[in-house]
Each structure stands twice: as C-alpha cells, then as structure tokens.
C-alpha cells in the first residue's frame, strides 16, 4: 500500500498514531479498502467521520446543557458515535463513547459531563494529527514518490 | 461444501446458481449477491458498502428504515440479503426485522455497535439470521451469502415436502442437499431445484423448473387469507397445517405457513401487549355471550357481544334473534354494559381481525346474522349478535363480519348463538334478515372490523361497531342499527344513526342497540330515545342499514385496515336516507366502511354511556365500530332518518374516523391492512 511508498519520516508517523492508541487495526482495513478504483477511499472516509462527529459532538453539548439531562437520548447520540468511531478505528475516541454510555446507565451526571470533555479532547487530537499526517502524506505524494501509481 | 465461495469451481456454489433453471454460471455466486444496507450512521454506510464491493456484492445502501422498507417493498424480489442496524432513529431495527420478515421473507443480519448478551438475543428471537458487532470487518461480510443459501435451500424443502411440485427432482434435492458440491448431484439441483435468485438471477424467479419458487412471497391477498384463516381457527388452535386447507392456495407448502404463522404470532405478541389492557375489559363481561365467539380477536364477535350485551332489545326482538343464532339471545339484553368492554375486546380483536378480514368468508357461511332490529336495547354489540341469529341469511353478512375480525366475524355467523351478543339485531326481523344478511354480516364485520378498528382505538369500538345491531325491522331489514352512527356521538345519535333501527323498533325490536354500541360503549343512549322515533318509522330503513353492514365482506380488507370499512353502519345510515333498504345499506356499508373507521369514534359513544339501553338497537353495524369515531357522525345520523344522504354521512363519518381511527397500518405495513395500527 501507500505505506510502502511513505518516506521513513511518514511511516514513523504514521506508525506513532497506533502506538498512541489513537486509532487501531480497523483503520488499517480502510487503508486497504483503498485501491486503484477508489483512491481517495480513505479520505472519504475520514472527512465523513470528521462530520459526522463534529455534529454529534455539538447536538450531545446541546442535550448536556438541558436539564435534567435525558439519558436516554444521550445513550442514543453516543452510540451511534461509538458506532462510526469504531468503524473508523478512532480506538481512543471509541472507549470514552462506551465510558460515557456507562455513565449515562448509571445516570452519574458529573462522569458523564467529564468523560465528554474527555472525548471531545481525545477527538481534537486526533483530528489533528490525522491531519498532520494526511497533509504530510500528500505532499510526499506530490514531491515525492514517482512510483506512485496515482 | 462450497469450498470456493464464488469463485473458481464452485460446483456447490453453481449448483445454487445453477439453480436458476439450468445450468448457469455457478463461477459468479456469490458475487453479484444483492445487499441492501440499512443503518443511519454515513461513515459506517460508506465503509460497509465499500466493504461488500470489495466482496464483489452489489450493495444498495439506505440511512433509513423507511426507504428501506419502501425500497423493499417496491422492488420484492430485487434484493437478497439486508444487512441493518440495530438502533435507528426512526425506526427500530427489530421493527425493521420483523417486517422484512413478515413481508418479504428476506434474510436480515443484524449490526451493532453493542455487543451485549441481551441484544444479540434480542436478535435472535427476532429472527435475526445473524449478529455482526461494530466494527464490521470485511471477513465477517464475505460470508454472509451463506444465509441466504441457507434460507433457499429450507424453502426448497418446504416446497419439496409440500410436494408441490417436482416430486422426483425433489427427492434428489434432499440428498443433493447433502452433497451440495456433488457434480452429480448438481444436474439434480439445477434442473430441479430452481432456486430463484440465487444471486443474480433475476429471471430466475419465475421459477421456469418444475419446482416452484422456493420462496413464498406473502402478498398482502395471501397474508389476508393466512389471516382469515387463522382466525377462523383460533388462533390458539391454528396450526399450520389447517390453516394451509383453509387458504387453499396452490402451491403453498405447510412449511411456509408454519414459518409465516410464527412471525404472525410474534406480531401479535407485540400488538397484544398494547391491546391486551384493552380487550381486557370486554373481555370480562363478553364472556357470557363471548364464549361462543372466542376470544374476541375477530372483532365480530365483539360486536355481537356488545351487541347482545348492551342491548335490552326488546325481549321478543331480542329473543328471536337470540335464539336464531346466538342462542344466548335476550340474555344480551341486560349486558348491555359490555358494551363498552366490547370495544375494547374489539380493539384487541382489531389486529385479528385485520388479518381476519378474509375471514368474513366463514361468518357468512354459518350464521345469519341475527339483526335484532329493533332491539333497542343498548346492546350494542350483542345486538348484532342478535342479528346474526335471525340472520341466517346473515350468514353471509356474518362473513364479512367475520372477514374483519375473522374471529369476531366468524363468531357472528357461526356464533349465531353469541348472537345474542348483539346480533339480535336480525334476529327479530328475521325475515328479512336474510337480505340483510349481507348487511349484518357486516355490522358483525363491522363490529368485528371496528374491533379491528377499535383495537387501534382501542376504544372496543366493537361495542359501537355492534351497531350492526341491525335490528332488522321484521322485515329483515336488518336495519342495521344505524345506530352504529351512534358512534358518532353515540349521544344524540344513537338513535338517529339508526334510523333504520328505528325501523327495528317497529321491525322488532328496534335496537337502540346501535345507539347503545355507539354509545358503545357509553352513553349513546340517551339520544336513543330520539332515534326510537325516528326508528320506527324507520323499520325499513333497517334494511338499509344492514347493507352498510355489509360492507361487504369483500371489503374484508379493508375493514380492518385502517377504518374497518366497517363503517357499514355508517352506510346503514346513510341507506337510510336513499332506501334505507338493503339496496341502500349497501351504499351505506360501503360509505358506513368507511365510516366506520369513523366509528372508531366510539370514543363518542362513551358519552353516550346512556346509551346502553338503547333499546334501539342500531345495529350500528359497521358504524359502530368504529363508532368511536363516529359520535360525531351520529349527529349525523340522526339525520339518516331522513334520508341522509349517504355521501353526507359517510364524509361526516369519515372524518371522524379519521381523526380516530388511524387505522394500524402501520404495524405491518401491509398493504391491505395496516396491522400495526390493530394495537392502537
């Protein structure tokens, strides 16, 4: 895949990504979705996640303003951000979602408040080096790498 | 087994393939395999279809179970496989299961970001063919064309011992089964087998082999029969195979009908637990007269029972309609009270009763109706009891009664005895009940629809819908209790819904009953008094009245949809105005079918309360029954006496209903019925 093409510098980077727990083996299978018919798989994948989670992340702030809070609906919302979390290998984004949904059960407010200010870091941050690594990533696509089939 | 999974020899697989009526391309399955994806998260759409096109699937994907089930619906045999979510904003994705399930038959895997014990059950109990947690992988997905060979080669076992079709083919089937990959056995299976749509297949389906298409697809005429003949079984007693001779459909295997049959008794489940507080309470006092009827699933036997219950008809009008049919007869008189329990019975019946509607048929056969026409006692319900009795005619109304509720209906008519319910309403004109049986067959129906209706009302509309109390005026003019318009308002109406039942009076016992079912369940009486006036002038309009009961048992599909074309009673009243014979009845069921979802009104009826003693019975018929809606329309009818013009009352009804009745379609989403509105 791309990988091998990667220049050392982007490799590491990309491989310091899983290290830190940002995002697992499910990602590996999107990059490996990717191919010849669809190379911008990945790309599309990620900006629909960004999105996806953007809007959630703002709708689940709104029902964390009301009160009382309604938890049932918070279990909705964070599900189905597990759910996309999960199918994009966002590994730390995904765990504060269940944590949170935990919370929610419980119906222990003040963790369910602090795990999503949690999540929404972890989400920023991955984010941004997500992007990072993309940005890099297309640069050594431009400069780099003739043997680039694209 | 298949050792390659679509590719290269595949001779197991081709012989799936090849199923298609020869020898086909074998090489290709499962690729092409049509998925359907259903789930409302985009990333995980976007990931999944990319997923199965790399399995070389033909993916549709869809955020919502709506457009699923549109899509589904539109295009029945263009999809092999859905996949869904299980936690949907519009939808449940067990809701979602079930349907599919019950209308297309498809397999249906279920997807998660939840992998809790609990869930994954659920799935399974919902018949689930599998379970697949978030995050999907792509292995997980090249598999799943197993399903749907799996579910093809049980149907073809089903038709095999069906022994509809190939016989020799098919023995080798079996053993083929086995074999899957067995070259030999492979001629056997292509020949024979012809699996439709394996993948894609497409002109498969048409099942050019001998075998006949494995797959069953429950249209909503067949669903409507599997129903009716559940309910004229009971549906404790249903079994497959009984319920396969009554439907008598050709090529039809039993196993079909066994898994259908528990898919239905799933659904039911579910609608049970909503009307069960309902049907609860009629069920109490029903039971007297109930008994014959049974639970009151069908609706019509509901009705009898409000009828008979409610309705003091006049002893002799009561009596004679009684002992035609029901047999419990004038006992009904005093129960009255039912009524109002009726409804409720009728709205549990209301589910059975949708699925009943093809069960008119059997009221039809059995019972005439006893229309207690004049019986003006509040028997709403029972009236129509009643009715069927004297109604031997009826009978053929009692069908379409019972089509509604199927049970109900079918109570009606063969209930003769239940009669008393509320049928009286023939019973007293007997004569000409006869005629009317049509018309009273569906007030039964009605009533048995309006249960089905009511169900979704919940308001045991029955009661009201008993209207079909169609205390025939002796002149067999089962003058449906016109009442039924009672349901319209039940208060004032009650009697003027009957018009015709004023009929009854005159006729026989003219029972207000219609009113009284209006009132249904409540208080319509009081306007009774109004309408015994008018009805016995009316006793002819009777007649009419019980051709709006008839809604006719053709409209068995209709009635417990939505509005229990039940509305016969509406259209009783509304014949009344034109001919308040038969000949207007009919117009009148047909509007009255309508109506009578308006009947639902019933909840109008419970103002009438009073109108328990509605001596007139009007056999509000179809009204009635949906009579909950219908107290309105009974304002309306009180105008029937003077020949209300049907198209007048009907809409009068018909908004009502509407309002009320929202007839549950959407349960199933079948299209003949909406089964999901039964719980109501």
């Known amino acids: 895949m791309e990988r091998n093409h990667l220049p050392r510098h982007l490799v590491l980077q990309r491989q310091s990504l899983f290290d830190q727990g940002l995002l697992d083996e499910q990602f590996i299978q999107l990059e490996e979705l ?37 938890f049932n609906k918070l279990d909705g919302y964070m599900y189905q951000l597990k759910g996309s979390s999960s199918s994009f290998g966002a590994k730390k984004v995904k765990a504060d979602c269940t944590l949170f949904r935990e919370y929610c059960k419980a119906g222990n407010v003040e963790g369910c408040m602090r795990t999503f200010q949690q999540l929404k870091k972890e989400y920023a941050s991955l984010k941004r080096k997500l992007e990072a690594y993309f940005q890099l990533a297309r640069q050594a696509r431009v400069t780099g790498t003739a043997s680039r089939p694209k | 087994m298949n050792p390659s999974i679509g590719k290269g020899s595949m001779s197991t697989a081709s012989s799936s393939v090849a199923w298609k009526a020869g020898d086909v391309v074998p090489d290709q399955f499962p690729a092409g395999l049509r998925v359907l994806v259903v789930d409302d998260d985009p990333t995980c759409l976007v990931i999944l279809e990319k997923m199965l096109r790399t399995c070389l699937y033909e ?35 067990f809701k979602l299961l079930e349907h599919i399930g019950l209308e297309m038959d498809l397999p249906v895997i279920m997807m998660s970001a939840d992998d809790g014990k609990n869930v994954v059950m659920k799935g399974v109990t919902h018949g689930a063919c599998d379970y697949l947690i978030k995050p999907v992988r792509i292995e997980a997905l090249k598999n799943i064309w197993q399903h749907v060979v799996r579910k093809r080669k049980n149907e073809w076992k089903d038709v095999e011992q069906s022994g509809s079709v190939e016989d020799g083919d098919r023995q080798q089937k079996p053993s083929e089964d086995v074999d899957y990959s067995s070259s030999a056995n492979e001629g056997n299976w292509k020949s024979s087998k012809k699996r439709k749509d394996e993948e894609e297949d497409a002109e498969e389906r048409d099942d050019t082999s001998t075998l006949k298409k494995p797959r069953v697809v429950w249209s909503v005429e067949l669903h409507q029969q599997f129903v009716a003949a559940v309910n004229q079984l009971g549906i404790d007693k249903a079994v497959p195979k009984k319920i396969l001779e009554l439907m008598n459909v050709p090529g039809l295997t039993r196993e079909n009908v066994a898994s259908h049959l528990q898919k239905y008794r799933l659904y039911l489940r579910r609608l049970s637990g909503v009307s069960q507080h309902q049907s609860g309470l009629n069920n109490s006092f029903m039971s007297p007269q109930e008994a014959p009827f049974g639970p009151m699933s069908s609706l019509s036997g509901l009705d009898l029972q409000s009828l008979g219950v409610s309705c003091q008809l006049p002893a002799q009008s009561l009596a004679t309609l ?115 049986p049509s018309s009273i067959g569906q007030p039964i129906m009605s009533n ?15 009661g009201r819908g008993t209207g079909y109390n169609q205390v025939p005026p002796t002149s067999s003019m089962l003058s449906f209790p016109m009442n039924h318009t009672t349901e319209l308002t039940g208060n004032s109406f009650p009697l003027g819904s009957t018009p015709g039942i004023s009929n009854v009076t005159s006729k026989g016992a003219f029972h207000e009953e219609v009113s009284s079912e209006m009132k249904g369940s409540t208080g319509l009486l009081p306007s009774y008094d109004i309408f015994n006036d008018l009805h016995q002038h009316k006793s002819q309009d009777w007649e009419l009245q019980n051709v709006g009961l008839h809604f006719d048992a053709s409209q068995n599909a209709n009635p417990i949809q939505g509005n229990l074309e039940v509305s016969p009673s509406v259209l009783v009243h509304q014949g009344y105005s034109s001919s308040q014979r038969s000949g207007q009845n009919r117009n009148a069921s047909s509007l009255g079918r309508g109506m009578f979802s308006g009947v639902d009104s019933t909840e109008q009826r419970n103002t009438q309360s009073g109108g328990q003693h509605l001596n007139n019975l009007l056999i509000d018929n179809s009204v009635r029954v949906k009579a909950e809606r219908i107290p309105d329309a009974s304002s309306q009818t009180t105008l029937f006496p003077e020949h209300f013009g049907q198209e007048d009352l009907m809409s009068a009804l018909l908004k009502q209903q509407q309002g009320g009745i929202g007839p549950a379609e959407t349960e199933f989403d079948f299209d003949g019925y909406s089964m999901d509105n039964i719980p109501v």
């Open chain 2, 448 to 462: 048995g629809i309006a249960g089905g209706v009511i169900g979704r009302n919940g308001i045991s509309d029955n």
């Open chain 1, 34 to 70: 990717q191919d010849d018919a669809n190379p911008n798989f990945v790309e599309e994948v990620v900006t629909s996640y960004y999105q996806n989670t953007s809007t959630l992340i703002v709708i689940i702030e709104q029902a964390l303003g009301t009160s009382p809070l309604d």
């Open chain 2, 322 to 436: 009684q002992a035609a049919g029901l047999g419990r007869s004038t006992s009904k008189s005093g129960i009255q009270m039912p009524l109002v329990d009726q409804r409720n019975l009728f709205s549990f019946e209301n589910p059975k009763l949708r699925f009943g509607e093809g069960q008119q048929q059997h009221l039809s056969n059995s019972k005439p109706i006893n229309l207690l026409h004049g019986i003006p006692t509040t028997m709403e319900p029972k009236q129509l009891a009643t009715l069927h009795q004297s109604a031997q005619s009826l009978g053929s109304l009692n069908m379409q009664v019972n089509a509604h509720g199927g049970q109900s209906s079918s109570l009606l008519m063969q209930m003769a005895q239940p009669q008393s319910r509320g049928q009286i309403l023939n019973e007293s004109t007997g004569s000409h009940v006869p005629r009317h």
């Open chain 2, 59 to 93: 993916v549709t994907k869809c955020n919502r179970a709506e457009i699923a089930l549109s899509l589904l619906r539109e295009n029945k045999n263009g999809f092999d496989i859905v996949i869904s979510d299980v936690h949907m904003p519009d939808m449940d994705g």
